[in-house]
């Protein structure tokens, strides 16, 4: 086992990092060689910034934003002061959980649900809570029976929000509609009583969609603009290694969240975000999204046909193709398990392929754990390991089954 | 009072930003340059890092360390394992916090300390409990005392660290001696039972020591290497917008504190770390220090000579010329209320000149807040502004004086 994993053709389908080949190389020697040829732009750019970050990116991303939610910057938007940068969007889950929480609060998530922000609350000793989804996203009527019984539990003070990622969710690859997103936000808003319930859209993956329809953020249906929390991040469409996120805020959030983020680090490198100004104020971003778009959609494509030829066969092994970001969640017969300790880990590995375990993302109250899932992602291996990767995953599973 | 507020002529020696000029514009286009012309290097730098941080950097950084101490990479001396590297020093004192402290905990601070780690204390719940200090840094007899009131009072479990900044003190401007340093963690180790007392060293200004001897880090004055807690940052000697900080952690606790960084980032902006591995691994640091040791040596004397021409006639008003670092703190008359409700702010604007009150800096237990001194920073303005703000301070002291 310890050799099988030390092998260097090791194929991880596991990790969550972007594509090496289309990093913005180019891009961000531009933006950079602008900044530093200017002896006073330089040095702004190598001093301290505020806490909220530099001002014009806080523009710009929110100026994208309405743009893409095709409305207009009118009274009701959100206004530059609501936009605050962080070292990733990661760091603005983080913020908004210790800004929201106490020990004992629950957040009602998505069963499956992103790992890190699972970990980020039982750090603060906030309880998850899953509901089921379906290929549109959460379903409404689980949701509304989970409140319920959250409420017939005496539980209903503790709830303080409800978390989603509405663009090709990590790790499900689902898209939650339009429609659906709207059933959700009415339920959210009505049971927002003196306790507010806030509803967190982790949308890290918008930029990368590569088909369907374009879906306004669930922020955008918010009318009074006090429940809807959006992270968003350059990292998955730009550079992880810039690591620029932001959050979009309810007014009344703001000042207590960078009071925390004060006494945090005052403040998220300026240099990264000086270099992030520099990009998507010019055609530098919009480029590059379209390149990467293309790249990803093609490891995706090819990720589905190799399914279909090494896994559709197999009985009881499921998934939905995605229409964007990084991941392919699979199904496997409810009698295999996926984990670390189990027989397909130890196949796949010896077969030369890594992937996530599911049980990692299932939130342990409410649906509880399932153990016959894993994550596959496509976005580092190249289309040719992809393949391989697969063909390896098949016969692994096919050898635990016998 | 608002129109003198908004002059843009008002001297600010309240910033701790630090120079503008000497800011490293070639030294950072020089690292880019050669990260971003190899398309491996440059990829990788624009990749996901590990939590912990950029290898070859905290490499470096531990040598840099060891070699200040003058001491050999040792059995006895810490491994790369222990460095940690975070987006400034702040983000480091805030997990070393997080994971040492509940609410209700003591850290025990020299009286006055850098106002951000208390800021961060009281975030957490924790207690601050001020001990004094005279010029070489926190006075034994005074912690000794300190230590056995808690435990009278049957708090001595909940003394989880002592913080101390040992080189030119923000706001201070003390280094503390040698021996001194012995004989506070002596202390520390004998108090220190099944509840170990840690003692976090941020040694921020370490590399911005402009005379004296070199004093070793108390770090490497802790023999089982199970106490002191470093916390350093190329934010003050390089550049903040880059914003790279690091830690040198007991081996005990560095599980916990990356468990814990892997929830809230999963490690600080990689492409930061990359840029700061190529400056500190040619001479493009060692160049810089120089030069920015020189420019801040010159302003510190300009703020000194100012202060004896306008200041040092002043009955009651005193300091202590620092060796190193970007602060000097003044004493005034007892009477004197340097807050900012007080007559000697609102004269000190009138007067054209901005200052940090005193107040900000003290723990609210021990020793008690004290309400007449102020912090002046000379890291961002030049000579000529620097003169121009003290004589400004001097008339707004005289005439509160009146």
């Known amino acids: 086992m310890a050799q099988a994993l030390a092998n260097p053709d090791l194929i991880s389908l ?22 530093l040829k200017d002896e006073v732009t330089a040095c702004q750019a190598l001093q301290y910034g505020t806490t909220a970050g530099d001002e014009p990116l806080r523009q710009a991303i929110l100026a994208m934003t309405l743009e893409a939610d095709g409305i207009a910057a009118d009274s009701r938007a959100p206004t530059v002061d609501q936009v605050v940068l962080t070292a990733g969007s990661n760091q603005l889950l983080h ?10 609060d629950i957040v009602i998530c998505a069963s499956p649900s992103y790992f890190v922000f699972l970990g980020i609350l039982g750090y603060l000793g906030a309880r998850a809570v899953g509901v ?31 978390y989603l990622v509405p663009y090709s969710d990590n790790p499900a690859g689902i ?33 990368l969609q590569y088909e369907g329809e374009n879906v306004p953020s669930i922020r955008s249906l918010d009318h009074d ?15 992880p290694g810039m690591r620029v996120g932001w959050g979009i805020l309810p007014a009344e959030l703001v000042d207590s969240l960078l009071d925390q983020k004060g006494n945090i680090d005052f403040g998220s490198p300026f240099f990264n975000q000086r270099v992030m100004r520099e990009v998507v104020s010019s055609a530098l971003y919009g480029d590059h999204i379209e390149k990467i778009r293309a790249a990803y959609q093609e490891k995706r494509d090819t ?21 964007g970001g990084l991941y392919v ?74």
């Open 225 to 239: 603009g006090q429940t809807v929390i959006v992270a968003g991040t350059f990292s998955k469409s730009f550079s």
């Open 95 to 104: 913020l908004v959980a210790e800004t929201l929480l106490d020990p004992g």
């Open 175 to 207: 898209t939650m509609s339009a429609k659906r997103g709207e059933e959700i936000l009415e339920i959210v808003c009505r049971w927002s009583g003196d306790q507010r319930i806030h509803l967190i859209a982790d949308e890290a993956y918008r930029s």
């Open 14 to 35: 596991a990790a969550g990092f972007v594509d090496q080949q289309t990093l913005p190389v180019e891009p961000v020697r531009t933006a950079i060689e602008t900044i």
């Open 329 to 402: 969640w699979l199904e496997l017969p409810g009698e295999v398990n996926t984990g670390p300790g189990g027989t397909l880990m130890a196949a796949a590995i010896n077969a030369g392929v890594l992937y996530v375990p599911g049980e990692y993302c299932f939130p342990s109250e409410g649906e509880g754990v399932r153990y016959n899932y894993i994550r596959l992602s496509y976005g580092v291996q190249s289309v040719e390991r992809i393949e391989q990767g697969i063909e390896a995953l098949a016969r692994a599973i096919q050898k635990t089954l016998v």
């Open 132 to 162: 089921d989804v379906d290929a549109e996203g959460m379903l409404p009527g689980r949701l509304e029976q989970t409140l319920e019984q959250l409420e017939r539990q005496g539980d209903r003070d503790r709830i303080k929000a409800v």
């Open 303 to 323: 990720l589905l046909a190799a399914a279909s030829d090494h896994l559709a066969m197999i009985k009881g092994v499921k998934w939905q193709p995605p229409t």
